[in-house]
């Protein structure tokens, strides 16, 4: 075996409190940025393994935590996180393995009530203990008392100048970030732990229909931004709103907020992809500018 894999198995075993010796390695489909294999054990124990070929551990540091966080609310059902670490001028993540099949009746109900008690898990102020990525682009999260100047300075300000570097000036874009406040009349955001990047690439369901979440982006922040980009690929259907709305129904102005959050994602995946997101972009900063002036 080579000394990448041997090296996790030994920490693998450190940090389960079992000795775990690799009996195969099963490459799994997965996103752009990291590599993902299960490792099966002799025991018959298996372990879901995320690896890059970058030697720094921060991402997967803020995945660990991200896990961590959630999967200690009790809330909804996450991987849970075992052993982050480095080696071969690799780094990598160890995780729970769960094994997924297909929603069922009842299932997209479940994940919104369940989200919306993670939503209800809260924290005297904005942001998060630690900086993260929302895909690979950093998100910084410093503690803040004030949701719209956190809103306008570290995420949409943040990616805005982005796209600048990008070759992107986007019209309009320094009258919204100067008008967000109307968009909030009337409605005080509280510091709710959310997932962060809630697209329909990141819930599954176990074999018996319970709803799964993982590579989370987390921070305390307004739950509507959660939604930004839950409504932009679809995969959510109307009994998952219903099942939110039954625990927590969401606040009046809420479509009139929503473009904001979904702006912040668009932007993300035209830093991240191209051109193809600038016209929605442009979209959204005109119709959320006629709509706070």
């Known amino acids: 075996m080579n000394p990448f894999y041997r090296a996790i198995a030994h920490e693998i075993s450190e940090a389960s409190g079992k000795a775990f010796e690799i009996k195969s390695i099963s490459h799994l489909g997965g996103g752009c940025i990291n590599e993902t294999v299960k490792l099966s054990g002799t025991d018959g124990s298996a372990w879901f393994l995320k690896s890059n070929t970058s030697a720094d551990t921060s991402v997967f540091a803020a995945e660990f935590d ?67 990525t929302i895909g ?46 109307p968009l909030f009349d009337g409605y005080e955001p509280r510091p709710s732990l959310l997932h962060g990047d809630l697209w329909s690439g990141n819930i599954g369901f176990l074999t018996d229909g319970q709803p799964v979440i993982f590579d989370p982006a987390c921070y305390f922040g307004d739950r509507e931004a959660e939604f930004g980009i839950i409504v932009m690929f679809g995969g959510f259907t109307q009994d998952f709103h219903s099942g939110y709305n039954e625990v927590w129904p969401l606040d009046d102005g809420f479509e009139r907020r929503l473009p904001l959050y979904e702006l912040y994602h668009t932007l993300n995946h035209f830093n991240l992809f191209g051109s193809n997101y600038a016209a929605g972009c442009q979209r959204l900063i005109n119709r959320l500018v006629a709509t706070a002036t």
């Open 66 to 132: 991200g896990l961590g966080a959630m999967a200690a609310t009790n809330t909804i059902r996450v991987p849970k996180p075992l052993v982050i670490g480095e080696a071969e001028g690799q780094a990598w993540l160890a995780m729970e393995l769960l094994a997924l099949g297909s929603a069922r009746a009842g299932s997209q109900e479940q994940l919104g009530r369940q989200l919306a008690e993670l939503h209800r898990v809260e924290q005297p102020h904005f942001g998060w203990h630690r900086d993260n």
């Open 136 to 181: 690979s682009t950093p998100q910084r999260n410093p503690k803040s008392n004030d949701w719209i100047e956190f809103w306008r300075d570290r995420r949409l300000g943040f990616q805005l100048e982005l796209a600048a570097q990008n070759g992107a000036r986007f019209s309009h874009a320094d009258e919204l970030q100067e008008n967000l406040e």
